[in-house]
Each structure stands twice: as C-alpha cells, then as structure tokens.
C-alpha cells in the first residue's frame, strides 16, 4: 500500500511536535523513522495510525485520503512498544482478537480463525505456545505475538513503535535479522520508529531522520550516511569530528593549516568540516594534513581510538583506525602525527559549532508529549 | 557448523520463587527485636480488635441460641434487615455505575476540572455522615428547598426509603472510583488502543479488554461499598426518622434495641453486622491475594 503524507502539522498544547512533515512511502517498503527523543517520530506514527489526529495536512493509503478515519476504520497493524497484549488472553486468543471483532459477513468462522491463528503462529515459530498466556512469555517472544496479533487483520500498513526498545540486546539483534526476514517474506509496506541509528541502517530500506518535527533527510542507508544532507544527520548517525575551515574557490584550507583540492563544490566562505572518525587518516610529514599531538590511545576490540590535540587549533580530534594498522599501533600519549581526512562533509560555519544530538525535549511539554515508557 | 540460537524465542528463565527476607541480612533484625515487635501487634490486635468481636458474639448468644433466633425473628429485625438489603441492593449498583464511569473518564482521558473531579469524588470521606444526611433534610426536607413540590407529587424522601438510599449512595460513593482509579491509569491506554486498531468498537474494547482488565479490582471496589453500605449509620440516622418496621436499617435497630436494654437483642442483630464484616474481610483477602498477583502480572510486563 502506497502511504502519501502531506505537510502533516501537529501541536501538543503550545509544542509544536510535527512541523511540516511530507513523505512518500511505496508499497512494500520497509521504513525507519529515526531521531532523538522529542523529534516527533512517535508522533508521525501514531498520525498514520490514527491514533493521534493532525492539525492539518493529509495523509492517504493508495490515493485514497484517510486522515479524517478513526484508528479503527485505517486497517493498520500498530505494534506497541510494551506489546499492549490482552493479559487475560491466550496467545491464540490473542492473534485471533482482530478476526473475532469482526460482525456479521465479515467475521470468519471459528475453524478459519483458528487455522488463520495456526497458520500466524507457525510464520512467527511460536507453534505449541498458544496456550500461554503473556505473562508466561518472554520478552521476544511477546514482541512476535504482537506482530502476529497485527498481522492477522492483514493490515494496510504495518507500523511498529520501538520494536526493540524494551529488549535485551541478544533478542534485540536476532529479532531484528527475523523481522527483515519477516518482511523480505510477506511484502507488508512497514515503518517502525527508533532512536538507534543502527538498528535503523541494518534493517531499513530506507531511513527517515527527523528532528525537532521535521524531516532532516529520507534516503537509502547508504545516501544517509555516505551523504549526509545536513549538520544533523551527519552527527546523529554517528560520531563526527567538526574543524573550522574555509572554502576559496576550489580549494579547502583548515585554519591554521595548509589547504588542498577539494572535490565538493561548496560556495567560498567559512565552512565547518565534518568528519568520521574512522575517515581520518594518519599520514606522513610533510603531505597534506593536520598535526597534532596525541593524548589518548584506547583498544575497543578491532578498532583503536585516537584522541588528539590539533597543534594549530584549539579542537580535538578522535580516530578510529584498524587495529591491524601498524601505523596506529604503535602511537602513545605525546606522540607526534599528522591526520588528514579521506572523506568529508561541507556545511556553512554554524554559529555554534557543535550540533547536540541530546534529548531536545522540551522541559515543559505537556506529559502526553514525553517519551512513553522508554527502557 | 551449528546453527546458532535465536534468543528472541527462548522462554521466560525460570526464577526460583522464595522469601527473600530470611536470607536478606539488610532488612533482618536481631530475634529479640522480631518477637517483641511481633508480640506488641498482636496483643494490640487482640485487645482492640478481637476483644469486642468475640464480646459482640458471647453477648449475642448469652441468654442462649433460642433467645438468639428469637430476636433475629422479630418482625422489626426483619424489616431491617429487608430495608437494608434493599438500601445496599440499589446503591451498589448505582456506585458501580457511578464509579466505573468516573474512574474511566479520569483515567483514560485528559480534560480540564481533572483535578476538581477527583477531588469530588473524595469529597464522601472527607464529610461528616450526619453533615450529609443534613444535606438531603434540607434539600428535600419538608422546609427544605424541593419540600413543597415532592408534597404537592406526594413523593417521600426524607424518613422514608428514597432518603436512606440517597444518603447511602452519597456516603458509598468513593469506594469504586477510589479503588478503580490508580489501576487504571497504571494500565494505560495501550491496550485500548491496540484493540480500537485490531477493529474493536468501543464497546466491545469495553466489555473485552478494560472490564477484564479491572475485573478484580472492581469487585474489591464493590465488597467495600457493600459492606459500607450496609454498616452505614451517621448519615441514614439522619435521615431515616427511626420509624420500626419502616425506615429502620439494621444499624439503626442496634440502637433503637440497645437504648431500650435489650442488649440479647442489639447483640444478636449486631453479630449480623459483625459476620457480614468477617465475610467481607476473608473475601477481601482472598481477592486481595488474586489482585496483587494480577498486579505484578501486570508489572512484570
């Protein structure tokens, strides 16, 4: 199912939780809406559920405009993030809720309801367990019943809140590599909402990143990391070191520090330079580069972080290098090196340099709008 | 090469389920502190509870079991008893309406005068009874505001029936919302909501995911209106006008034959009252033992 959302606003008293907010969803795509809490990405959902209602703007499955229909009319399967299973169900009663609401015609009959259960229990291999109830689940596999449960309605769309918030980070990963199976199997057009930049990248087609309300950035993982369209996106999907710059022409010059050819076209002026720490590299004296001192040197498994004071410039900055590099292997606190960046990104000189990918919740939101529940 | 296990479908660990006091050296205190602690509530228990219901019992059965049921046979106890089970026939029905549609909209959804509806509903506990009861005088009394026209229909409210139970249900009030309220705001919406987009209507989200949820609780919420209901004494006195066989409830009886020394008799109508407490508590625990678990259950989520 195609999902049009058009310059979707919504407020929460005085706070302004979606800003605008237009998307293109195709049919069978799978979606992550990503950003930090407060950014409005639960509330994006929960609008395409109909379980909050726009200001303003349209939203429409397959061409036809659904923003005025109750959450009951939509046809979407909503997963929540703490499940929201019936306690006093069984699992199969559970999955077989949607089907047994149903009136007249439309209500299968009881040996279809229970072979359609069969058949969602089997797709979710959680066969056997039908008679458990929630309290006797474990947590992944709670998270498989709810997505039975909205599966079994054969939704529009699905829609998952957090999928893996609530979970440890075991269950967490091998859920996520069987939801994409899931999805890589059923074709359901799917979105879920998280504020893990990985979980994003691993899973999704493509990612939707959002702060403050509005979109920063919709691309394929790739376009979102590789290229990054703004300040933000860059830093929240992963760490970044930031240096002041200058762009003349065609040439790039760090403050304080030799310039050189710079692909990107970017207009003459101050720039900042974005850089991943893992796209720094050490070079020799004497080319391009940056020297600087190091002051810190720490293993993480295969990777070895650099922490250095620019000779010329009041900034830090981090390196992650290979651990099998030989060049990186050696340095201790106080040595000498020189860093030049492979790839980089070209913004204008923001005011304040360091874009903050904390929680920008608002303190006096009112509660309804705070992050629900989060683990 | 061994496939590797999915964690996602692994069951719940097993946890062994034992006190952890004993074993717990923060929270234990040395034997001597225990058993004083232990021995001053009981005896405390025992002299200020136990006391005067086993006293209510052996007064009630002194001149023997004859006297006993004769007393409870009377005419005028039975009429208690039947208006009283009347009074709390229709004012616990009307309280569980009442209170499941308070405890409702205050839970489940946001509106202004939030705060001032709450405090509303307290409002029972915090009044004197016999300030209630004077409420409905004057409001319904025969120099009350609605006096002349229920004269004019003939309608009696004050020292008759309608009265006992309107004063009842004022003094009853709070017992269901009370209990229901913080149950269901701890539940939250979320599973209204999963069932309105599974295709549920309301009413069936109703009746098959909100009721069962607070099944419990609702009925711990109704025994302690029931038992209220029925022990009520302040308010109804006010405004029942003591007329036996007529407006009397089984605690104002008590009174009337207490005044009159015929304590075999008080006491017999009185151990009524006080085997109605005790079902209610065994009761009461018993739900409070199946409430408690649903509530971890449900926090254990």
Known sequence: ?375 | MTTAIDHSLLDPPRLPREPLMETNAAITESVWVRRTLTAVALLFLAFFLLLPLVAVFAEALRNGVGTYVEALKDSDALDAIKLTLIAAAIAVPLNLVFGLSAAWCIAKFEFRGKALLISLIDLPFSVSPVVAGLVYVLIFGAQGWAGPWLAEHDIKVIFAVPGIVLATVFVTFPFIARELIPLMQEQGTDDEQAALSLGATGWQTFWRVTLPNIKWGLLYGVLLCNARAMGEFGAVSVVSGHIRGQTNTMPLHVEILYNEYQFAAAFAVASLLAALALVTLSIKSWLEWRHADELSALRRH
């Open chain 1, 1 to 375: 199912m195609q999902i049009q959302i058009r310059d979707i606003h919504k407020a929460f008293g005085s706070f302004p939780a979606l800003k605008g907010v237009n998307l293109d969803i195709q049919s069978g795509e799978l979606i992550a809406l990503l950003g930090p809490s407060g950014s409005g990405k639960t509330t994006l959902l929960r609008t395409i559920a109909g379980l909050e209602y726009q200001d303003y703007g349209s939203i429409a499955f397959g061409g036809e405009d659904i923003a005025s229909r109750p959450v009951r009319e939509r046809g979407v399967g909503f997963v929540f993030q703490h499940y929201a299973l019936f306690k006093h169900m069984t699992v199969a009663d559970n999955i077989a809720f949607g089907l047994s609401v149903r009136k007249g015609e439309a209500r299968p009959s009881k040996e279809a309801i229970t072979k359609r259960v069969g058949e969602l229990l089997e797709l979710v291999q959680l066969a056997g367990l039908e008679k458990r109830y929630p309290a006797q689940l474990s947590g992944g596999q709670r998270q498989r019943v709810a997505l039975a449960r909205a599966l079994a309605i054969d939704p529009k769309v699905l829609l998952l809140d957090e999928p893996f918030g609530a979970l440890d980070a075991k269950v967490r990963k091998d859920l996520r590599r069987w939801l994409r199976e899931l999805h890589d199997k059923t074709g359901y057009t799917t979105i879920f909402v998280t504020h893990d930049q990985e979980e994003a990248l691993e899973l999704a087609d493509r990612v939707v990143v959002m702060n403050r309300g509005q979109i920063e950035q919709v691309g394929t993982t790739d376009d979102v990391y590789e290229q990054p369209a703004t300040p933000f996106v860059f830093d929240f999907l992963g760490s970044v070191n930031i240096l002041p710059g200058e762009v003349e022409g065609r040439r790039l010059r760090f403050d304080g520090g030799a310039g050189w050819d710079s692909d990107s076209i970017h207009p003459p002026g101050l720039v900042d330079v974005y850089v991943r720490p893992h796209d720094l590299q050490l070079v020799e004296a004497g080319t391009p580069g940056l020297d600087a001192t190091v002051t810190n040197v720490q293993r993480t498994g295969a990777l070895i972080r650099i922490s250095a004071q620019l000779v010329q410039l009041p900034d830090t900055v981090e390196l992650e290098l290979s651990h099998l590099d030989p060049a990186a292997r050696s340095r201790r606190p106080g040595d000498a090196i020189r860093v030049s960046p492979i790839r980089y990104g070209l913004f204008p000189r923001a005011p304040h340099r360091r874009p903050t990918t904390l929680p920008d919740v608002v303190p006096n939101a009112p509660a309804e709008y705070r992050e629900r529940g989060r683990n």
